[in-house]
């Protein structure tokens, strides 16, 4: 079992900075990775960017290369979302999961089990 609670979102102007957090307890193994994902009014939800939990490699998705940086840090068991020149575009609830298995990409649908947190609202006013 895994939880996960996310925290940091909120209204940034457009252009603006926010840092999300991810705070992971019970399975903290190096199986899998952690993601971001984000999921718009009326879209469906998608892989913003996502980190191995063995290696470190990391995956970020094209609307978000260059502005966005996801990290980790172990001691802590908590992954950041560091979210740089935010667009409008950018307004969704954020949700952080823990992906178990060989996750070949960074889609909601990769692990072979997903636990998820409840997400944050990030809001970019334009």
């Known amino acids: 079992e895994v939880q996960l609670v996310e925290s940091g979102g909120g209204l940034v102007q457009a252009g603006g900075s926010l840092r999300l957090s991810c705070a992971v307890s019970?399975?903290?193994?190096?199986?899998?990775?952690i993601g971001w994902f984000r999921q718009a009014p009326g879209k469906e939800r998608e892989g913003v960017s996502c980190?191995?939990?063995?290696?470190?490699?990391?995956y970020y998705a094209d609307s978000v290369k260059g502005r966005f940086t996801i990290s980790s840090d172990n001691a802590k068991n908590t992954v950041y979302l560091q979210m740089s020149s935010l667009k409008h575009e950018d307004t969704a609830v954020y949700y952080c999961a823990k992906l178990f298995g060989l996750v070949v990409a960074c889609s909601p649908g990769a692990g072979e089990r997903t636990y998820w947190g409840h997400g944050t609202q990030v809001t970019v006013s334009s």
């Open positions: 019970g399975d903290t193994s190096d199986d899998g990775a």
């Open positions: 980190i191995s939990s063995s290696d470190g490699s990391t």
